[in-house]
């Protein structure tokens, strides 16, 4: 069946290291994806999206890469703050148009 | 924008009681969505609708399960009865794109079913 998974459950990293989130899809035809943050108690935080039609796609401080030959994503977190710990989703929009989210991986900066 | 605003933020009830929760989407926003996220499941969409139609209810559990739209400013989430497994916090996202792209979700509604 159609899945959006991600490789970690939890990721550590120290304050002003750059993180990387991973995360595997299974639908080859998915065209659309898009990562979250969701802190404690809040709803989900749109971050950034990318079309099937891009490799990279850059915003502030975060970047996504898509790797559409090993069914890839990937979120890139430049100079990890305090604030970026969370929970984060990615996922992909399947052939109906809904949004399939993965489990999330929890990145906690460590001060 | 005030974003997605739903209400009530937290809901405490007992079993067999009817809840209703609420949400107001994005001003100018043509698609809304109902999410049901557990530690066990993750996010689940639930429904949603495209210009006040409902597009999708698959995700609905069961019959106790039913939502509403009567304008672009409104939508409901209704359950009835309540049963302690309906515990689980309820989002309401919107779109501006009927492809439900970029969805902005609100604060949640944290229920807990007795």
């Known amino acids: 069946g159609e899945s959006v998974g991600l490789h970690l459950p939890t990721l550590s990293v120290q304050e002003g290291d750059n993180s990387i989130i991973n995360c595997a899809y299974s639908?080859?035809?998915?065209?659309?994806f898009i990562w979250y943050k969701q802190e404690s108690g809040k709803g989900p935080q749109f971050i950034i999206d990318i079309r099937s039609n891009m490799d990279k796609r850059q915003g502030q401080r975060v970047t996504v890469l898509l790797n559409k030959t090993v069914k890839h994503l990937s979120l890139q977190i430049a100079a990890t703050q305090p604030g970026d710990s969370a929970v984060y989703f990615c996922a992909e929009k399947n052939n109906t148009g809904k949004l399939i989210f993965g489990q999330g991986t929890t990145l906690q900066v460590k001060p | 924008d005030a974003g997605v605003i739903q209400s009530p933020r937290h809901e405490v009830t007992e079993m067999g009681q009817e809840v209703t929760l609420r949400c107001k989407p994005i001003?100018?926003?043509?698609?809304l969505f109902w999410y049901r996220q557990t530690m066990m499941r993750g996010l689940e969409l639930l429904i949603y609708?495209?210009?006040?139609?409902?597009?999708?209810d698959s995700g609905m559990p069961e019959d106790r399960f039913s939502a509403k739209m009567p304008n672009a400013s409104f939508s409901t989430l209704k359950i009835q009865p309540s049963e302690p497994r309906d515990s689980a916090v309820y989002f309401c996202?919107?779109?501006?794109?009927?492809?439900?792209?970029?969805?902005?979700f609100g604060p949640g509604t944290r229920l807990l079913v007795l």
């Open positions: 996202a919107s779109s501006f794109a009927s492809g439900g792209e970029t969805q902005y």
């Open positions: 639908n080859s035809a998915s065209d659309y």
């Open positions: 001003s100018g926003h043509n698609s």
């Open positions: 609708f495209n210009n006040n139609v409902p597009i999708d």
